[in-house]
C-alpha cells in the first residue's frame, strides 16, 4: 500500500511560483497513475493534473493549462506539481491522488490513495 504525503502549499501573491510535492511511500509508487486535485471552500473538488506511471503521458484541468506542470520521479517516489501564474483562484487545499486506473478514469473520479493535502492561498 502506498501512502502520500503533500508538502510545498503555502502563501503567495499573485503572479507568483509555488511547487508542491507528494512523497510516496512504499515500493510500487512506478506501478500508481497520479494526479492532483483541489477543493475551495464552498466548492467541489476539481481536477488539476495527472501523469501515467512512467511520465509519459499527462493531463490538465482546464483551469490550470499552460501555468501547471506535472512531473514525477520515481526514482524518489515523487510526483511533483510546479505552479507558475498563480491566481487568487487557485486558492485552496491541493491533494495528492494515486490509482491504478486508467487516466480517464483518475481525472474523472480520482484514484483509490489520497494525500492529506497542503494548502495553497494566492493573494491579490
Known amino acids: 500500500q502506498v501512502q502520500l504525503v503533500e508538502s510545498g502549499g503555502g502563501l503567495v501573491q499573485a503572479g507568483g511560483s509555488l511547487r508542491l510535492s507528494c512523497a510516496a511511500s512504499?515500493?510500487?509508487?512506478?506501478?500508481?497513475?497520479m494526479g492532483w486535485f483541489r477543493q475551495a471552500p464552498g466548492k467541489e473538488r476539481e481536477f488539476v493534473a495527472a501523469?501515467?506511471?512512467?511520465?509519459?503521458?499527462?493531463s490538465y484541468g482546464d483551469s490550470v493549462k499552460g501555468r501547471f506542470t506535472i512531473s514525477r520521479d520515481n526514482a524518489k517516489n515523487t510526483v511533483y506539481l510546479q505552479m507558475n501564474s498563480l491566481k487568487p483562484e487557485d486558492t485552496a487545499v491541493y491533494f495528492c491522488?494515486?490509482?491504478?486506473?486508467?487516466?480517464?478514469?483518475?481525472?474523472?473520479?480520482?484514484?483509490?490513495?489520497w494525500g492529506q493535502g497542503t494548502q495553497v492561498t494566492v493573494s491579490s
Open positions: 491522488n494515486a490509482g491504478h486506473d486508467g487516466m480517464f478514469q483518475l481525472k474523472v473520479r480520482g484514484g483509490d490513495l
Open positions: 501523469i501515467n506511471w512512467s511520465g509519459s503521458i499527462t
Open positions: 512504499g515500493r510500487t509508487f512506478s506501478n500508481y497513475n
